[in-house]
């Protein structure tokens, strides 16, 4: 898979000691909200978010639950089509928890900007954002996020759960994929 790659952007440490801070700061962030009895949950947008979350989760000194979101915006390719549908909800009812959803990249914004919408609608008593990777885009959708691991160039990246056509998911680091490989 390496050979696919043009650059590595973030090594595997580089990404550990990011993940690690942003676990840090959650903690912190939501003591009071775990002291009070309240419940923090974690929503991952799967595929891609799978792997930060799991690895984010850990980092977290307090008790989270767990959850998955499937959505779909780019279907196989390299490029936006810019239609999103939910594929899969959250398995628990989110309302009056404090949500924490896990992204795996912010490009359009049109994925997140969709589903703050969708969650919001039920009554969680927060929702936040925190998303590994921030493109430097032009046209973004206005999406807060709490947390940004790294802000990333406009390019087509992979590794550590980003794919292209399912693969490189499993690459220990986040790379740009050389054009050749989608063109
Ligand atoms: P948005 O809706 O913000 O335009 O797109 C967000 C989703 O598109 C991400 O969650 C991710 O799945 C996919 N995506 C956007 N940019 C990239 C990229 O550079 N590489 C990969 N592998 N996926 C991307
Ligand atoms: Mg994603
Ligand atoms: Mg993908």
Same mark, same amino acid.
């Given at each position: 898979? +390496?050979?696919?790659?043009?650059?590595?952007?973030?090594?595997?440490? %580089?990404?550990?000691?990011?993940?690690?801070?942003?676990?840090?700061?959650?903690? %912190?962030?939501?003591?009071?909200?775990?002291?009070?009895?309240?419940?923090?949950?974690?929503? =991952?947008?799967?595929? $891609?978010?799978?792997?930060?979350?799991?690895?984010?989760?850990?980092?977290? +000194?307090? @008790?989270?639950?767990?959850?998955?979101?499937?959505?779909?915006? *780019? $279907? !196989?390719?390299?490029?936006?089509?810019?239609?999103?549908?939910?594929?899969?909800?959250?398995? !628990?009812?989110? =309302?009056?928890?404090?949500?924490?959803?896990?992204?795996?990249?912010?490009? =359009? $914004?049109?994925?997140?900007?969709?589903?703050?919408?969708?969650?919001? !609608?039920?009554? @969680?008593? !927060?929702?936040?954002?925190?998303?590994?990777?921030?493109?430097?885009?032009?046209?973004?959708?206005?999406? /807060?996020?709490?947390?940004? $691991?790294? /802000?990333? @160039?406009?390019?087509?990246?992979?590794?550590?759960?980003?794919?292209?056509? /399912?693969? *490189?998911?499993?690459?220990?680091?986040?790379?740009?994929?050389?054009?050749?490989?989608? %063109?």
């Amino acid at each position: 898979m +390496d050979q696919d790659v043009k650059q590595v952007l973030y090594t595997r440490e %580089q990404i550990a000691e990011r993940v690690a801070q942003i676990g840090e700061a959650l903690t %912190q962030q939501y003591a009071s909200v775990v002291e009070r009895g309240e419940q923090v949950v974690l929503v =991952s947008v799967l595929r $891609g978010a799978a792997l930060f979350m799991a690895d984010l989760a850990r980092e977290m +000194d307090i @008790p989270v639950e767990m959850d998955y979101i499937a959505i779909s915006s *780019y $279907g !196989s390719g390299a490029k936006s089509s810019g239609v999103v549908r939910m594929i899969k909800d959250v398995s !628990s009812d989110i =309302s009056g928890k404090h949500v924490i959803i896990a992204e795996d990249i912010l490009d =359009s $914004g049109l994925t997140l900007s969709y589903l703050l919408k969708n969650l919001a !609608s039920r009554g @969680p008593a !927060s929702l936040t954002v925190v998303t590994l990777l921030r493109k430097q885009t032009r046209a973004q959708a206005q999406v /807060e996020c709490a947390h940004v $691991g790294f /802000e990333c @160039p406009d390019e087509f990246v992979v590794g550590y759960g980003l794919d292209y056509a /399912e693969r *490189y998911r499993n690459l220990p680091y986040i790379g740009i994929l050389k054009p050749e490989v989608y %063109q």
